[in-house]
């Protein structure tokens, strides 16, 4: 099985700030990741395909970049908004798997 | 209007059953892989099973396969997931969320429903 390795688990930022996200497989994925956003009690929401198609609706302060192995979020000149927890996750192959999340915290 | 709406959810004892329940609307169900994913009090996201379009493929984490089915109706635009043999670490929040294939390629996860709780307890 594939394991998607998140880093760093929590972090701490200030509006303003550009904050990068990493997703690392245990194996080459080619670019199959999907990146998502969670606020507390909300229902995920998806930002990015394919590691780095932005959904539509979605700021353009967030970009994706990667392929194989090495997968990265960013965000640009955070805002409040902003303010949740990050998951990526892979389809490569059976079972998907879901990074451990990146909570970003004020 | 685009909506995923699960029911189903609440309490039983471990090694008790379950049946989930998403219905579908707004959208070409039947055109659309469905999935189910969880996530634990507090915790993160864990995907849990996916059906193909026709019902005839399945695909089930480690950690359910044998105990969970998961089947889908395309004429009443429903999935289903049916837990058996349920733990204590089944206890979740359940979404199911739509992904769409065509010509190679998929849309991932969206929609999805605002999901059903399921708390495995004595």
């Known amino acids: 099985d594939i394991q998607m390795t998140q880093s760093p688990s929590a972090m701490s930022a200030s509006v303003g700030d550009t904050v990068i996200i990493t997703c690392r497989a245990s194996q080459g994925i080619r670019n199959y990741v999907v990146w998502f956003q969670q606020k507390p009690g909300k229902v995920p929401k998806r930002l990015i395909s394919?590691?780095?198609s932005l959904h539509s609706g979605v700021p353009s302060r967030f970009s994706g970049s990667g392929f194989g192995t090495e997968f990265t979020l960013t965000i640009s000149s955070l805002q409040p908004e902003d303010f949740a927890t990050y998951y990526c996750l892979h389809h490569n192959s059976y079972p998907l798997t879901f990074g451990g999340g990146t909570k970003v915290e004020i | 209007e685009v909506q995923l709406v699960e029911s189903g959810g609440g309490l039983v004892q471990p090694g008790g059953s379950l049946t989930l329940s998403c219905a579908a609307s707004?959208?070409?169900?039947?055109?659309?892989?469905m999935s189910w994913v969880r996530q634990a009090p507090g915790k993160g996201l864990e995907w849990v099973a996916n059906i193909n379009e026709d019902g005839r493929d399945k695909y089930y984490a480690d950690s359910v396969k044998g105990r969970f089915t998961i089947a889908r109706d395309n004429a009443q635009k429903l999935v289903f997931l049916q837990l058996n043999s349920l733990r204590a670490e089944d206890t979740s929040v359940y979404y199911c969320?739509?992904?769409?294939?065509?010509?190679?390629?998929?849309?991932?996860?969206?929609?999805w429903g605002q999901g059903t709780l399921v708390t495995v307890s004595s």
């Open positions: 707004g959208f070409t169900f039947s055109a659309y892989w």
């Open positions: 394919a590691a780095s």
């Open positions: 969320a739509g992904i769409y294939c065509s010509g190679g390629s998929c849309s991932w996860f969206d929609p």
